[in-house]
């Protein structure tokens, strides 16, 4: 089965940085696009990033220069470099992906940046 776990979140002051990675099992991982969605309170949950299998990347335009998603195939690892922090980034962030048509989600990690 498709299992999506989420790491690294916390409280950071603006300005400051966090790396989340997402530790995927259940897939042929190096196959499928990743990514990186979040959802703040009262909001509906928007992508922040996107990996193709080949490495490609969409970003949102909220997050353009300042947050760099990547993978490591070899530990069917999805990462998101957030730098420069700021208020407005502070949401519960999804881990991402479809397999065979059907959308997956990890269970979310708190990301929390204060003035």
């Known amino acids: 089965q498709v299992h999506l776990v989420e790491s690294g979140g916390g409280l950071v002051q603006a300005g400051g940085s966090l790396r989340l990675s997402c530790g995927a099992s259940?897939?042929?991982?190096?196959?499928?696009?990743m990514g990186w969605y979040r959802q703040a309170p009262g909001k509906q949950r928007d992508v922040v990033a996107v990996i193709s299998s080949i490495g490609s990347t969409i970003y949102s335009d909220s997050v353009k220069g300042r947050f760099t998603i990547s993978r490591d195939n070899a530990k069917d690892t999805v990462y998101l470099q957030m730098n420069s922090l700021k208020p407005e980034d502070t949401a519960v962030y999804y881990c991402?992906?479809?397999?065979?048509?059907?959308?997956?989600w990890g269970q979310g990690t708190q990301v929390t940046v204060s003035l």
């Open positions: 991402w992906t479809v397999v065979a048509a059907r959308t997956y």
């Open positions: 259940g897939f042929i991982f190096r196959g499928h696009s």
